[in-house]
């Protein structure tokens, strides 16, 4: 024990901050935690979950279609209650946070519900003027939305906003091409909207294989969604009555009800004192940490989304885990980085697992790829046009397995157990070894031709 007041003092209550607090505290740490929005971060308040919750929902409206098809007698127009859904789902947010509270009381961490900036290299102040003393200070304030600094960007929307609106917009235009501009496209377009993706760039989720981003797009306008790439936003006006008017560069103007904005999230280190310590920071604002989430002074470290390292929410747990067992634990330990499976909930969802078959290609030279493209058997009775795509990318000298990539129902919770079997470098081989569990959509990973 230090001389400090604290221990460990945890500025940000997201997931990272959370798993760090907790874990420190289970070492015998003193522990104290400011967060001055809502404990649980954008993932249990305004992302991933809440987010999710949308798109079961938004589900519903082809499954009700489909059902027809099985046998149960469903009107040809069925109602949809936007406020009913929403509030049921903002009220299942407040349950989460009052779970993660009650994890940090029954660990014994301090809490603090109030702004909190960095005063010294272990020293931190809070938004009432109180100071507190702690041997070691731990960053984990996250990211936010990224707004576009073009005239007229105030009467946008981010992803925080859209959890709260009053209803469906009749047509909401998405700038942005990555997961979360694909997902709330997804999410309006089942809910009635007429969608618009404008994406300054040539090609949506550009980090995914290109085989297929390139199915999520044919289905995604096949479903009636729009797109307008090459289309920068130039500015944004507002007319009396309220329509939205998207001035873009090279295109028409774009009439929407509701703009959001999906460009990015950028970290949030601005304001809390860093940089007047010494804390380095790069030029998006994230804080440069070392391998041990050590920042440029040395009681000062940051996990999760501020860092720009990987972000993603069971990233940031196990950095924060990670950070707990090393300072306080006696347990050194590193965050593997390689082989991160991650997942777009899109319409119908996309995941995958290791490199892509261009990047495999820029590693290996040469590599095999196994394809499946197959229209799911619910799809075939259901009559529905969609289909899905499996790929697999093994390395042509060993035959292991480096690269899986999927786009149809159920793809992330597939994916999450095959992401075992890549991380495990098992081969090709080995997959086809495993006996088929049929009829399954999951039985394609075997038998790969």
Known sequence: MSDHDFDLFVIGGGS?????????????????????????GTCVIRG????????????FAEDLKDAKRFGWQVPDSCAFDWKVLRDHVLADVDRLEGLYQNTL????????????????ANEVELADGTRHSAGIILIATGARPAVPTCPGAEFGITSNEAFHLDSVPK?????????????????????GAHVTIVNRGADILRH????????LLQISIKKG???????????????????LVGHLTGHEPLEADVVLFAIGRRPNSEGLGLEALGVEIDAEGAIKVDADSRSTVPSIFAVGDVTNRVQLTPVAIREGHAFADTQFGGNPRHVDYDCIPSAVFSHPPIAAVGLTEALAKERYGTVKVYTSDFKPMKNVLANRDERSLYKMICDDTTGKVIGLHMIGPDAPEILQAAAVAVKAGL????????????PTMAEELVLFK
Do not use: W
């Open 171 to 191: 047509r909401i235009a998405i700038a942005g091409g990555g997961y979360i501009a694909n997902e709330f496209a997804g999410i309006f377009n089942e809910f």
């Open 48 to 59: 991933c979950v809440p987010k999710k919750l949308l798109v079961y929902g938004a589900h």
């Open 208 to 215: 995914y294989d290109d085989s297929v981003r390139d199915r």
């Open 16 to 40: 990272g901050g959370v798993r760090a607090a907790r874990i420190a505290a289970a070492h015998g740490a003193r522990v104290a935690m400011a967060e001055e929005f809502r404990v649980g």
């Open 427 to 438: 081969t090709k081989q080995q997959f086809d070894d495993t006996i088929a569990l049929h």
């Open 105 to 120: 009381d029954s660990h014994g961490v301090t809490s603090f519900h109030q702004r909190a900036t960095v005063a010294g």
């Open 225 to 243: 969604i729009d797109f307008r790439f090459n289309a920068p936003l130039e500015r944004l006006e507002k007319r009396d009555d309220g329509t």
